[in-house]
């Protein structure tokens, strides 16, 4: 089973090292990764070049943001499972071997998503993140996330879909997996934790992108679309409660990790 990873890099020459070799040091053997960078001017080419011969296919080019970007990579793509990477997250060792396994062993599924550590500018670990249960109803009124750097698909689905939603420059990923949910694919949560997810100030997270006017708009979009192929969410509490009860353990896990986090920022 061969496993594509695209990575989309513009100038994160800081982190951009530490994400390509979390792919290709993986102990899995039959990985194509591919790198999309539109236009970096802060080395983050010379850094890619450092690893030519080890990754499948680089493509220079300008770009539309991040989803074009992602679906340029993903033309390219000859996988049996497809994953991405941005250029300042990194996947966990082992993780690419595990997701194979868990396809091979859930030939049914669709998509595959588990958990992930939150790190700073040093990697230092802050703390988890968890993917939930995916259900639209959830997803509409905001109790359901899967995490991106922590997820994986079958082409037939993304190519069902077409790809990503080039327009959207805020929440792309989410619209990804809300498209395949509307186009009938099955999704598994697995108790792994699968990658790192790196929050520092210039990130859309850690800058507070994700929770301005923009991004509500763009949110309330996606939202519309649910709304609009009959999906009924339940009030808001019921939701939450129904998609924590569907995973227990890691309900337990968040609130250990909620603690422990809350107790060292005393």
């Known amino acids: 089973m061969k496993l594509s990873i695209v990575t989309i890099s513009f100038n994160q020459a800081n982190y951009l090292e530490r994400s390509i070799e979390s792919v290709i040091n993986q102990d899995y053997p039959n990985i194509e990764y ?18 030519r011969d080890r990754i499948a296919k680089i493509i220079y080019e300008p770009d539309q943001g991040p989803g074009d970007g992602l679906n340029k990579g993903f033309s390219f793509a000859t996988g049996d499972i497809y994953g991405y990477l941005n250029s300042d997250d990194t996947l966990m060792p082992g993780a690419l071997k595990y997701i194979a396994e ?24 802050v703390h988890k993140v968890f993917s939930h249960p995916f259900s639209l ?23 069902r879909i077409g790809g990503f939603n080039k327009s959207n420059k805020l929440c ?6 809300v498209d395949m949910a509307l186009n009938g694919a099955k999704f598994k949560l697995v108790r792994k934790f699968l ?25 309330q979009k996606i939202v ?31 609130v250990i990790d909620g603690f422990v986090h809350k107790k060292r920022l005393v």
């Open 102 to 125: 868990q396809f091979e062993n859930n030939p049914s599924v669709d998509v595959i998503s588990g958990h992930a550590y939150i790190v700073d500018k040093e990697d230092n670990i």
């Open 172 to 177: 792309w990923d989410g619209e990804l997996m």
């Open 34 to 51: 591919i790198i999309v960078d539109p236009g970096s001017t802060d080395g983050s080419r010379d850094i890619i070049e450092k690893y």
């Open 195 to 219: 990658s790192c997810f790196r929050i520092y100030d210039d990130s859309i997270t850690g800058s507070g992108q994700q929770v301005g006017d923009k991004y509500r708009e763009q949110h």
């Open 137 to 159: 109803a959830s997803y509409a009124v905001g109790c359901c996330v899967l995490v991106q750097q922590s997820t994986f698909f079958k082409p037939a689905i993304f190519a």
């Open 224 to 254: 519309n679309k649910i709304l609009t192929a009959g999906v009924k969410p339940l009030p808001r509490k019921v939701e939450w409660l129904l998609t924590r009860i569907k995973d227990p353990l890691s309900t337990i896990d968040r």
